[in-house]
């Protein structure tokens, strides 16, 4: 099993639309989990982190599902500017913390 | 707001020759990491460096690379003999501490492209 997989998609939704992904990740004591935005050749951008409890920025919102070892992004009424590759990152349990970056998920939002 | 700079943005260099990858972590940052995409593939991570030192590499990283923190503000990732498949995007990134409240953050990443 993959240490973080994700759907590559493309998902192309119409403006306005709701959009969800989903993650999985395989080591069950991972402790620290994120979303970056990567527009094409460019540098991963945080988009935001996830927690137990939930979060939400504006139109977007991370839930974590530690019994199910996924993590979830809905994006509300999408933006053409939204259209990127949407990563989700889980943080090594061993010391430095680095990053284990899933494949990503392809998000394209028409006009 | 403090970035992490790299460069050169772009290098094309040949079949075993050597390049050195330049970046400048925020200013207060202590942790750095080097990590790297093949066009169409995932981020995968190189390595870390903590107090001079490296702090974890993967199997990725072998002899033909190494890192380097000549001064105060420098971080380099050397590729000694460059093979065709080095090409990639290399980003570097850091982190003011570790920790699972602090997040790295990245360079806008150099494209190595060998030819």
């Known amino acids: 099993r993959k240490e973080v997989e994700q759907d590559p998609g493309p998902f192309n939704v119409p403006e306005g639309a709701t959009v969800a992904f989903n993650c999985t990740y395989s080591?069950?004591?991972?402790?620290?989990f994120f979303w970056y935005r990567q527009d094409c050749r460019k540098e991963p951008k945080l988009l935001m982190s996830?927690?137990?409890s939930g979060n939400e920025d504006g139109r977007f919102t991370a839930q974590l599902n530690r019994a199910s070892q996924y993590i979830s992004l809905l994006i509300r009424d999408s933006k053409l500017s939204d259209s990127a590759t949407y990563l989700c990152?889980?943080?090594?349990?061993?010391?430095?913390?680095?990053?284990?970056f899933g494949t990503g998920t392809r998000l394209k939002v028409l006009a | 707001e403090p970035e992490v700079t790299q460069t050169p943005s772009h290098q094309v260099t040949q079949m075993g020759q050597e390049v050195i990858l330049r970046c400048v972590p925020i200013?207060?940052?202590?942790?750095f990491y080097w990590y790297r995409q093949i066009l169409g593939q995932k981020v995968e991570f190189l390595v870390s460096?903590?107090?001079?030192?490296?702090?974890?590499k993967s199997e990725i990283f072998d002899d033909q690379f190494s890192v380097e923190r000549p001064d105060g503000s420098n971080f380099t990732l050397k590729i000694r003999s460059t093979k065709l498949e080095d090409s990639a995007m290399y980003f570097c990134?850091?982190?003011?501490?570790?920790?699972?409240?602090?997040?790295?953050?990245f360079g806008p990443g150099t494209r190595l492209t060998v030819t």
């Open positions: 990152v889980v943080t090594s349990t061993s010391g430095t913390y680095k990053y284990i």
């Open positions: 080591n069950s004591a991972s402790q620290s």
């Open positions: 996830v927690y137990s």
């Open positions: 460096f903590y107090n001079n030192e490296i702090s974890e």
């Open positions: 990134a850091s982190s003011e501490a570790l920790g699972l409240s602090y997040e790295q953050y």
């Open positions: 200013s207060n940052h202590l942790y």
